[in-house]
T-cell receptor, first 115, second 115 residues
């Protein structure tokens, strides 16, 4: 079975400082991994995805993530936080042949950005 | 632009009432999903459908029902049997049944409140 752990339920950074949101996964298959962002009372928006190509993945709004198989990690980073980055972030693992229930969400990390 | 439309954005239900949440997509995606989101609990899968006229229960299907008569539409009915329906409901779709390669596309959500 697949699973996702987001190591921090809440991360707080100052505007202009780096962001690191941590994600570890477990999967018996070669996984696909995704990061989604959710602003309050909104749907989820895809930030970036890893699907077995380059291990360093660049996404929208300056975010990137690195797939590290040896560490089973897919941490999300951004060099400089902006106030508009304040939101909930979800890490997702997919890959096992269990159609319909293939997408496993992490519990989410709430990012606060202080002025 | 292609996307998923959920309506209404806010919905109020009286005790003992059934209500139906609408989800329409014009992405020509085969698979559609309904999730429930509660504070601090992430996303939980209610129902999913991989093709027209077929759907499967997710992890928390009790008290909910769905239909998939058209590829574009996947309405969710919250019945009176659902004892705690107050939550944020998200509809999603994927081009295939797994979401592994391209991920899911989400609607903007419906917030249901029991009054």
């Amino acid at each position: 079975a697949q699973s996702v752990t987001q190591l921090d339920s809440h991360v707080s950074v100052s505007e202009g400082t780096p962001v690191l949101l941590r994600c570890n996964y477990s999967s018996s298959y070669s996984p696909s991994l995704f990061w989604y962002v959710q602003h309050p009372n909104k749907g989820l928006q895809l930030l970036l995805k890893y699907t077995s190509a380059a291990t360093l993945v660049k996404g929208i709004n300056g975010f990137e993530a690195e797939f590290k198989k040896s560490e089973t990690s897919f941490h999300l980073t951004k060099p400089s936080a902006h106030m508009s980055d304040a939101a909930e972030y979800f890490c997702v693992v997919s890959g096992e042949d269990n159609y319909g229930q293939n997408f496993v969400f992490g519990p989410g990390t709430r990012l606060s950005v202080l002025p | 632009d292609g996307g998923i439309t959920q309506s209404p954005k806010y919905l109020f239900r009286k005790e003992g009432q059934n209500v139906t949440l609408s989800c329409e997509q014009n992405l020509n995606h085969d698979a559609m999903y309904w999730y429930r989101q509660d504070p601090g609990q992430g996303l939980r899968l209610i129902y999913y459908s991989q093709i027209v006229n077929d759907f499967q229960k997710g992890d928390i299907a009790e008290g909910y029902s769905v239909s998939r008569e058209k590829k574009e539409s996947f309405p969710l009915t919250v019945t009176s049997a659902q004892k705690n329906p107050t939550a944020f409901y998200l509809c999603a779709s994927s081009i295939d049944g797994s979401g592994t390669k391209y991920g899911y596309t989400f609607g903007s959500g419906t917030r249901l409140t029991v009054v």
